[in-house]
């Protein structure tokens, strides 16, 4: 079946735009995460969604960033006024509803976001 | 937010040879998890672990869960040039997911 998948795949835009990227999680899947990735970094938490919970919205780095869950599935993950020390790989991964002991995260290819 | 120790950062091996990973934390898991990232391309799951002392094997891969909770192990045995990549442990209390900081490993043919 089909995997997380993440758009753009690219995205270059400049210092102070506001920039919009996509993840679409496995279907079934009720919790979704994203997770900001530097170069040769590993992965910082970012938020995470599970059904009609409200997020846990502890890794979001400052106001400027903020996501939202539709329907439960398609998530968008929105960075406004875009500053250079945001460029970055934003992953997106989702696993099936939580269950103590028994999780497994499922990552998309990420989107490469270059701000100038 | 907690990462994970993860060691070595980087290893250069040759062909043929075993490499052994590991990763350790502070805080007590319900999972642990190891990934491959390739460069451009999102961690793919390599091998879950759900009970302390667990031992699991996928192919050439061996990984085990730590008795106390607190570390796991990732073994590759006989590398090859498709093994380079870089690994990624993540420890799991259910809601949350910990990464570790990766160990890059290069595969001299």
């Known amino acids: 079946g089909a995997g997380v998948s993440q758009s753009p795949s690219n995205k270059v835009t400049e210092k102070g735009k506001d920039v919009e990227l996509r993840c679409d999680p496995i279907?079934?899947?009720?919790?979704l995460y994203w997770y900001r990735q530097s170069l040769g970094q590993g992965l910082e938490f970012l938020i995470y969604?599970?059904?009609?919970?409200?997020?846990?919205k502890s890794g979001l780095p400052s106001d400027r960033f903020s996501a939202e869950r539709t329907g439960g599935s398609v998530s968008t993950l929105t960075i406004q006024r875009t500053q250079q020390e945001d460029s970055a790989v934003y992953l997106c991964a989702s696993s099936l509803a939580v269950s103590r002991g028994y999780n497994e995260q499922f990552f998309g290819p990420g989107t490469r976001l270059t701000v100038l | 937010g907690q990462q994970l120790n993860q060691s070595p950062q980087s290893m250069f091996i040759q062909e043929g040879e075993d490499v052994s990973m590991n990763c350790t934390s502070s805080?007590?898991?319900?999972?642990w998890l190891w990934y491959k990232q390739d460069p451009g391309e999102g961690p793919v799951l390599l091998i879950a672990?759900?009970?302390?002392?667990e031992l699991t094997s996928n192919g050439r891969l061996t990984a085990q869960f730590g008795i106390t909770r607190k570390d796991s192990f990732l073994n590759i045995s006989a590398s090859i040039p498709s093994d380079v990549g870089i690994y990624f442990c993540?420890?799991?209390?259910?809601?949350?997911?910990?990464f570790g900081t990766g160990t890059s490993l290069t595969v001299i043919p």
């Open positions: 279907s079934g899947h009720t919790a």
């Open positions: 805080s007590i898991f319900n999972t």
């Open positions: 993540a420890g799991s209390t259910g809601n949350q997911f910990y």
């Open positions: 672990l759900y009970k302390a002392g």
């Open positions: 969604f599970q059904g009609n919970s409200a997020p846990d």
